[in-house]
């Protein structure tokens, strides 16, 4: 892709996606008669993990779904936490709730922001000259049915929901984490892309039709070996624009030991101090549930379909999911977690 392949790819790292190292294990099994219950199987015991109430053990890659590393925090099996495979509860198919719950910008306004946006898009479009040497960003294109969007909507919303998320659209910068000064692309070790001025009206554009309900052609499924998953709801053509990984930005070493296991690198600094992470844990977008894929199998590397790049966006760090190809409706989306250090457990990956 030659609008991100000359970039600094997103470093991944058990999922964090981060440069910190890897905390020692706690919840590794000392007995050497404990045995998984899914495949009755003790081998792999870095990988056996035991309920912290029954002391059964099971392979992370065992359960469903399954867990990409030994939880520091306690943890309990399936049934001491009571808790099964089945679909989430949906969020309600109400168009107010949906409206509420993305901050959906009213018709009035909406119609107004569109009629701008559509002049804006006439306008670079008649005397665009198309570089054979660079391609550029698309677009996504909204489901035209109204109804269908709001079907996509209500998958999201349950998937935050479930998982206790709030809905941004945005990197957010929070009291006692980094300041908004502190993402300065001037600090990437090596220097970071800087997004072309038509590729920034291009991402603006995708943020304003999400700020009208206008939402990218995906759904949020439940699979009971992957968990929350995306899938193309239409087709969706290669370098289109997916969506941006948002969430709370913070320094990496805040977060070295922290449990949660989707934090994306967002600055990789020379100055290791100076590094900084997304954290999508408390407030997210639809990046989170996108999986990815097993990258010791070639099976595996043939799903993927997005590629996860930084860019400077006017003097400010962040991060897209692109597709690398054109996707089929009905395909589901999977990204390389891994990066250059190929650290990430995605050898039990689907």
């Not at 679909?87 to 119609?111: G, M």
């Not at 969007?149 to 929070?174: C, D, P």
Request: proline letters at 6%; one cysteine or more.
């Amino acid at each position: 892709m030659a609008s991100s392949s000359s970039s600094s790819p997103t470093t991944t790292l058990s999922r964090r996606r981060t440069q910190a190292p890897i905390p020692a294990p706690k919840k590794l099994s000392s007995f050497d008669d404990v045995v998984c219950q899914k495949c009755s199987s003790g081998k792999s015991p870095t990988k056996l993990l035991l309920c912290d109430k029954c002391d059964k053990g099971y392979h992370i890659f065992c359960l469903s779904p399954i867990l990409a590393k030994v939880p520091k925090s306690s943890w309990f099996c399936p049934s001491c936490s009571h808790t099964t495979s089945n679909n989430p509860k949906s969020f309600p198919l109400v168009q107010t709730k949906i409206i509420d719950f993305f901050k959906i910008q009213r018709s009035s306004e909406a119609a107004q922001i569109l009629n701008q946006d559509l002049k804006k898009k006439r306008k670079r479009g008649s005397g665009l000259v198309v570089s054979k040497k660079k391609r550029k960003l698309l677009a996504f294109t909204p489901i035209d049915d109204s109804r269908r969007r709001l079907v996509q909507m209500a998958s999201l919303a349950t998937a935050l929901t479930a998982t206790k998320t709030e809905f941004s659209n945005k990197l957010t910068y929070m009291p006692g984490m980094a300041p908004r000064d502190a993402n300065s692309p001037a600090l990437e070790h090596g220097g970071m892309q800087v997004m072309s001025k038509e590729d920034i009206e291009t991402l603006n554009l995708c943020r304003s039709m999400m700020e009208r309900g206008e939402c990218p052609p995906l759904m949020v499924v439940f699979d009971p070996v992957e968990g929350f998953t995306v899938e193309a709801d239409q087709s969706i053509k290669d370098l289109t624009i997916i969506t941006e990984y948002v969430g709370d930005v913070d320094f990496l070493k805040n977060r070295e030991y922290d449990d949660g296991d989707s934090i994306m690198t967002l600055l990789f600094a020379s100055n290791p101090s100076q590094s900084l992470v997304i954290c999508p844990d408390k407030r997210s977008n639809i990046a989170r549930f996108v999986n990815g894929i097993n990258n010791h199998t070639p099976e595996g590397k043939k799903k993927q379909n997005l590629k996860c790049v930084r860019f400077n966006v006017d003097g400010e760090c962040r991060v897209l999911l692109i597709a690398i190809r054109d996707i089929a409706k009905g395909e589901r989306l999977y990204y390389d977690y891994n990066g250059y250090e190929h650290e990430y457990p995605t050898e039990h990956f689907v």
